[in-house]
T-cell receptor
Framework: DAGVIQSPRHEVTEMGQEVTLRCKPI?????LFWYRQTMMRGLELLIY????????DSGMPEDRFSAKMPNASFSTLKIQPSEPRDSAVYFC???????????FGSGTRLTVV | GENVEQHPSTLSVQEGDSAVIKCTYS??????FPWYKQELGKGPQLIID?????GEKKDQRIAVTLNKTAKHFSLHITETQPEDSAVYFC???????????????FGKGTLLTVNP
């Protein structure tokens, strides 16, 4: 298996622009998680899905953030409009139902200027 | 919700020495405690995990201990090597059964540097 695949690896955008991050989970995993990593706040859970259904989005910082999972093999995290404080590394992870731990993707480094 | 504290934030050791990283958690219902290693430019990778029904688990040079009463768990790395240099994260969650969902709460991480 190729693991969790995220794209793009790097994204530089101007403040106010829309940004879409993409994730392909490991085939057969039924949980998908979006995390944000910054030096100040560490790894923060933004939202997670079970069987394509959003379960907990309490970590989504503002209405500017939205996430979708239209099918078992694809998820997106969208920020609109983007702001400089959104600059961070965004990770997607997937897992089996329980007990198997997460497998993380390589992340998307987002810079908003 | 769950809160995980991790110490130290940075740790520097000489090659061959042991390294210990400690974490505490707040929710007594948490029962699953994984450790992740993150190398520069990569996502965190699971290196070892422990469940609350055991007190210790070993995998070659890596071991994890759990004290449920005190609500703390530790990562021990023996005979450290330069390639052990990375950021290490502890985490905690409440595993359910029969399809219950769960999410991991992470500590802030420990930057381990192994000096040759």
């Amino acid at each position: 298996d190729a693991g969790v695949i995220q794209s793009p690896r790097h994204e530089v955008t101007e403040m106010g622009q829309e940004v879409t991050l993409r994730c392909k989970p490991i085939s057969g995993h039924d949980y998908l998680f979006w995390y944000r990593q910054t030096m100040m706040r560490g790894l923060e859970l933004l939202i997670y899905f079970n069987n394509n259904v959003p379960i907990d989005d309490s970590g989504m910082p503002e209405d500017r953030f939205s996430a979708k999972m239209p099918n078992a093999s694809f998820s997106t995290l969208k920020i609109q409009p983007s702001e400089p404080r959104d600059s961070a590394v965004y990770f997607c992870a997937s897992s089996f139902r329980t007990g198997r731990g997460y497998t993380f993707g390589s992340g998307t480094r987002l810079t908003v200027v | 919700g769950e809160n995980v504290e991790q110490h130290p934030s940075t740790l520097s050791v000489q090659e061959g020495d042991s390294a210990v990283i400690k974490c505490t958690y707040s929710d007594s219902a948490s029962n699953y405690f994984p450790w992740y290693k993150q190398e520069l430019g990569k996502g965190p990778q699971l290196i070892i995990d422990i469940r609350s029904n055991v007190g210790e688990k070993k995998d070659q040079r890596i071991a994890v201990t759990l004290n449920k009463t005190a609500k703390h768990f530790s990562l021990h790395i023996t005979e450290t090597q330069p390639e052990d240099s990375a950021v290490y994260f502890c985490a905690a969650s409440k595993e359910g059964s029969g399809g219950s969902n769960y999410k991991l709460t992470f500590g802030k991480g420990t930057l381990l540097t192994v000096n040759p």
